[in-house]
């Protein structure tokens, strides 16, 4: 079903964030960071960052991280419609855009919003291939020298849709999880091959930290480091995001955490 007039796009968005509310609030969740001075609601967080995490889990951040200062990229495609509203009236910025449609425009606005808020990106939308990484977001970490937060959500036994991305919705009053990276340094004037070094780095920590937080989620218990995560505006990052921040660490370096290393796209050829 399409929702194409103002009114009804109006009324469904008002619909959907009420709904995304109420049931997203009866979830338990709890997150475990690498640094936790990347989350914006964070007394030590300085400077912009690039959140990324997969398309199918975009209700969770969706929920917990409004009014945070933080840009969202969305599709051109009217499919999005209704989401760019929800996004709004849960407190994110939007910027239209996708790698098929609109995506040049969309990457010089979000530059323009890098230099005073958070960007976050799906980098397998919006239309896929489902958990593999577009060289959006690299390209946007090298030319403006931000860096990169993957972030890995988990819930426990969730419903799936039959869509491109298998779209998570978590079950009431179970968990969710979240792993989270430190700020990931992406060097500046990357060739092509440097470029595809770090987009395959990314996807393969984006889909370990995914992996580890859907077992987290599933299996429940304490997980070392972490902490309990609620729905937090924050009152600094408006002002901490103009603020000099960490360069981030290697991609190397976090890799080595999950026991990985990005693959030589040379070797790899």
């Not at 194409?4 to 796009?9: A, E, F, H, K, L």
Request: with cysteine.
């Amino acid at each position: 079903m399409k929702f194409q007039s103002p009114m009804s796009i109006g009324v469904t968005s008002l619909v959907a964030t009420a709904g995304i509310g109420h049931w997203m609030s009866t979830l338990d969740y709890a997150v475990a960071y690498r640094d936790p001075a990347v989350d914006p609601v964070h007394p030590r967080y300085r400077g912009s960052k690039i959140f990324v995490f997969w398309h199918e889990n975009i209700l969770m951040p969706l929920y917990l991280r409004g009014h945070s200062n933080t840009a969202m990229l969305l599709s051109r495609h009217t499919d999005a419609n209704i989401l760019d509203r929800v996004a709004r009236m849960m407190g994110f910025g939007v910027v239209r855009g996708s790698t098929f449609h609109g995506g040049s425009a969309a990457l010089r606005e979000l530059a323009e919003r890098a230099a005073r808020s958070n960007l976050t990106i799906t980098p397998d939308g919006p239309r896929g291939p489902r958990r593999r990484l577009a060289a959006g977001c690299v390209f946007l970490a090298s030319t403006l020298q931000i860096p990169i937060v993957a972030m890995g959500f988990g819930y426990q036994h969730p419903w799936r849709l039959r869509t491109w991305d298998r779209f998570a919705i978590p079950r009431p009053w179970s968990r969710a999880r979240a792993v989270v990276s430190r700020a990931i340094a992406v060097p500046s004037g990357l060739d092509r091959d440097g470029v595809e070094y770090h987009r395959k780095g990314i996807e393969r920590l984006l889909n370990g930290l995914s992996g580890q937080a859907e077992a987290w989620a599933g299996c429940g218990g304490h997980r070392e480091g972490s902490t309990r995560l609620r729905r937090q505006p924050s009152r600094l990052a408006t002002s901490a995001a103009c603020l000099p921040g960490s360069p981030g660490v290697p991609l190397e370096e976090e890799l080595s955490l999950l026991d990985m290393r990005p693959q030589d796209p040379a070797a790899a050829a």
